[in-house]
């Protein structure tokens, strides 16, 4: 994110520190400073990085990204039910504009990996099929699998519920009776159940353990946990070298 000057009301408000009204009464009180010099105006450019708050350099002032543990049972819209992932997040952060917003969605009762992002540059890129960033989820099956998964997850023709075209090949490695890890090189709603339907089971239990190549595990993330980063430094945390 390039960084430009802004009014100072504005630099405030869009990193969720408060109203712009609120930005006036900072400066008559002291509590702004500008390079270590205090605040003369509410509408003085400024670069974000120039700005303390009560001796405090600005949160995230060039833009925010996110790895996060998503939680079982906990949602990341607003149009659904339950704990929204945004409540493991300081407050601040749902202020600020542009809004940080999740790189695709995880289903109410799955968990694992997910990317929070206020970087649209960076959203693209991670969801862009050009890109073909693969996605790693732990699978549990209600039956034990039958032997044709991984044929038929591989072939290319595997046809969803209500889709008009077939799911892209998907590498399927079998770690148990009624387990596996799924490779997705495409995102569909409710892809690793529905596709799991089409082979007549049922997925009991889900978990995204991979983007690209950042592996949950390598993380040490807590549930609930998260960590930020630089757009670049992660992205070439995910992007996958081709041979
Ligand atoms: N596939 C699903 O079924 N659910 C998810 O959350 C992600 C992929």
């Known amino acids: 994110m390039t960084a430009k000057k802004e009014r100072l009301e504005k630099v405030l408000s869009n ?3 408060g109203a712009r009204k609120d930005v006036g009464y900072w400066v008559r009180s002291g509590w702004l400073t500008i390079d270590g010099e205090l605040a003369k105006s509410a509408s003085q450019k ?11 350099a600005l949160d995230h002032p060039h833009g925010l990204t996110l790895i996060y543990h998503k939680a079982l049972a906990t949602v990341c819209s607003r149009k659904e039910n339950g704990r929204l992932i945004y409540a493991d997040f300081p407050e601040r952060w749902l202020g600020r504009k542009p809004a940080l917003s999740s790189v695709g969605r995880l289903d109410k009762d799955t968990s694992g990996l997910l990317i929070l992002t206020d970087d649209g540059a960076l959203n693209h890129q991670l969801t862009s099929p050009k890109h073909d960033i693969s996605k790693t989820y732990a699978v549990t099956l209600a039956e034990p699998l039958k032997g044709d998964e991984v044929e038929k997850l591989a072939s290319g023709t595997l046809m969803l519920d209500a889709d008009d075209r077939p799911c892209k090949v998907a590498e399927l490695e079998v ?3 009624s387990t596996a890890n799924l490779v997705l090189h495409e995102g569909r709603y409710h892809q690793v159940r529905r596709m799991f339907a089409a082979l007549g089971n049922h997925v009991v239990a889900l978990e995204r353990i991979q983007i690209g190549m950042l592996s949950l595990a390598s993380l040490n993330l807590e549930i609930g946990g998260y960590r ?3 757009s670049d430094e992660l992205l070439q945390m995910i992007v996958e070298k081709k041979a």
């Open 228 to 230: 930020t980063f630089e």
């Open 175 to 177: 770690t148990g009776e």
């Open 15 to 17: 990193l969720g520190y």
């Open 46 to 56: 400024v670069f974000p990085s120039q700005v303390m708050l009560e001796g405090k």
